[in-house]
């Protein structure tokens, strides 16, 4: 469909003067304001709705000025909201239908999944006490000590910190627990995204290695992006399972 830029989060985008651009230009013109934007990250922003360049003959991406407008929105909202892409996406679509919606906020006490996965050195707090942790989960002593005994949760750092992360880990083992799942049957989840952890690193391992610092900063976001992946490749799989009539 046509996309217009029409109000929202900010304007500033490099001009492509009228034309449709390749993709590769279309990383250069936001490089400045984005730098960690990657292509496979334009590629997975399309796969998701954000975008909907043409395509040549050939097969081609060609994205005219409102795709480019509309993928730096698409980031700012990202960057500055913490928003999840299915929010993004319904947003951008309103501002097309001429519509002028307020940002969205997140979920209150939900963390979107699109900040849970951002590199720890981005987000405004890497780490949080204990006291603050069972606070931010209304959960005590004794379930954390449980929990924790699993290996669901623990101290990211010597000093007893944990890391951001462990409040939505945290809310999702105790909303869990409300349908009857306790905590020995969710160590085959953590013992899956340890596993899947370990393939990302493999990944990344010799890009976070490399002397170059954009090569360095290319592995964070490729970190990112494989995990988001790993995420909806695990919740797709699920979803077939249950579809599957038992035998």
């Known amino acids: 469909m046509p996309r217009t830029p029409s109000g929202g989060t900010g304007t500033g985008t490099a001009a492509t003067d009228g034309r449709r651009v390749s993709i590769g230009t279309v990383l250069t013109l936001l490089r400045d304001e984005f730098p960690e934007i990657t292509i496979s990250k334009i590629r997975f922003l399309e796969a998701e709705g954000l975008v909907e360049p043409e395509r040549t003959s050939s097969g081609y991406r060609k994205f005219s000025p409102a795709d480019v407008e509309r993928l730096a929105r698409a980031l700012r909202m990202?960057?500055?909201?913490?928003?999840?892409?299915?929010?993004i996406r319904e947003h951008l679509d309103a501002l097309d239908r001429g519509e002028r919606p307020p940002v969205p906020s997140p979920s209150?006490?939900?963390?979107?999944?699109?900040?849970?996965?951002?590199?720890?050195?981005?987000?405004?707090?890497?780490?949080?006490?204990r006291p603050?942790?069972?606070?931010?989960?209304?959960i005590d002593?004794?379930?954390?000590?449980?929990?924790?005994?699993?290996?669901?949760?623990?101290?990211?750092d010597a000093d007893g910190g944990y890391?951001?992360?462990?409040?939505?880990v945290a809310r999702l083992v105790a909303d869990l627990g409300r349908y009857g799942l306790e905590p020995r049957h969710l160590r085959a989840m953590k013992?899956?995204?340890?596993?899947?952890?370990?393939?990302?690193?493999?990944?990344?391992?010799?890009?976070?290695?490399?002397?170059?610092?954009?090569?360095?900063?290319?592995?964070?976001?490729?970190?990112r992006e494989l995990a988001t992946l790993s995420v909806r490749l695990h919740a797709a799989l699920v979803e077939a399972a249950l579809r599957t009539p038992p035998h």
């Open 78 to 87: 990202q960057r500055d909201h913490y928003l999840p892409l299915k929010v």
């Open 132 to 138: 603050e942790l069972l606070a931010a989960t209304g």
């Open 163 to 168: 890391d951001i992360g462990a409040v939505a």
């Open 191 to 223: 013992a899956a995204a340890d596993r899947q952890a370990g393939l990302v690193e493999q990944v990344v391992a010799p890009l976070r290695r490399h002397r170059n610092p954009r090569t360095r900063q290319h592995a964070e976001s490729t970190a």
């Open 108 to 129: 209150p006490g939900r963390e979107p999944l699109d900040a849970a996965l951002e590199p720890a050195g981005e987000r405004p707090a890497t780490r949080i006490g």
């Open 141 to 156: 002593e004794g379930v954390l000590a449980e929990w924790e005994s699993y290996g669901l949760l623990g101290p990211a």
